[in-house]
């Protein structure tokens, strides 16, 4: 008898926001074939009996093509075992999960699809930015920030409406690229906007700026996101007090006869 694969969301990182399905299936699995993002805390809930199997794309590195995670999957399903495809986030959203649901249904293979909390959930709740707010923010939309450089950027809409959160995944290094995009589509300079990286780790930081402003800041490292819109003014974390800080050495230093040692905080 054939097995079983799960798509299975790991949420943003912390193992504390992995749904108590996702904890089940991970932990009666049999394989696992997971992302780079799927942090330790989270493997280390697969059953020591089980195959874990890193997929992911490493920085720089090499990765597992798409078609072979698919016919990995296929080949250990076809061995009757349990299987789980944990990925980072949530398996339907720029996860690809829909194109390994559909080599799976081609393989007449059973699939089900466990959800998990998308990036921009997290980063949202960590930096208490509520994505829709009433009277502020009323629609919301996710976009990758993977075409945005690229002549290939049908994927972005004409026309971004007042009144919207942007959450922009994969937003990448060239910051002027996507606000040129933005603005293109009617998103106002004075908007304001944040990146917020390495969600659920000690590291989590955000920064905070505007669309007219955005080109100057440096990236945070990755993994991150680009969170676009009025309700980015709600954000609240531990780092924007570092970034004021910045701030103010950075004025200081611009003005003439200030010495280092006066600049200390
Ligand atoms: C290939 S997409 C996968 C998205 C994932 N399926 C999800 O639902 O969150 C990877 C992108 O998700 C975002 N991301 C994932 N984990 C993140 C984290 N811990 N902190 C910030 N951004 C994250 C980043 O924009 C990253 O480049």
Redesign the pocket.
């Known amino acids: 008898m054939n097995g079983k694969v799960y798509l299975v969301?790991a949420g943003?990182?912390d193992p504390e926001m992995l749904t108590l399905k996702a904890l089940r299936v991970l932990k009666r699995a049999d394989v696992v074939l997971h992302?780079e993002?799927v942090s330790t805390e989270i493997l280390a809930f697969v059953p020591s009996t089980a195959r874990i199997q890193n997929v992911g794309k490493r920085c720089g590195g090499k990765s597992t093509r798409q078609s072979e995670i698919n016919s990995l999957l296929v080949q250990y399903a076809l061995l009757g075992l349990q299987v789980v495809r944990l990925?980072?986030?949530?398996?339907f959203?720029?996860?690809r999960?829909g194109e390994e649901m559909q080599a799976l249904r081609e393989a007449g293979i059973e699939v089900e699809i466990v959800p998990?909390i998308?990036?921009?959930l997290?980063?949202a709740a960590a930096v208490q930015i509520p994505l829709t707010h009433r009277g502020i923010a009323s629609s919301l939309v996710f976009l990758?920030?993977h075409y945005a450089e690229s002549a290939n950027s049908d994927h972005w809409p004409d026309a971004i409406a007042p009144n919207t959160t942007v959450v922009?995944?994969?937003?990448g290094h060239n910051h002027d690229a996507t606000a040129q995009k933005l603005r293109g589509a009617g998103v106002a300079p004075e908007t304001p906007c944040a990146i917020?990286?390495?969600?659920?780790?000690p590291d989590?930081r955000i920064c905070q700026t505007t669309i007219a402003e955005l080109s100057s800041i440096a990236a945070l490292p990755?993994?991150?996101?680009l969170v676009v819109g009025e309700v980015v003014r709600f954000a609240q974390h531990r780092s924007l007090g570092e970034q004021f800080s910045q701030f103010v050495a950075g004025r200081l230093e611009a003005l003439p006869g200030t010495r280092t040692q006066e600049r200390a905080l």
């Open positions: 969301g943003p990182g992302d993002l990925k980072g986030g949530d398996p959203i720029f996860g999960g998990g998308t990036a921009a997290g980063a990758t920030g922009v995944y994969m937003p917020v990286s390495r969600i659920g780790s989590e990755a993994p991150s996101l």
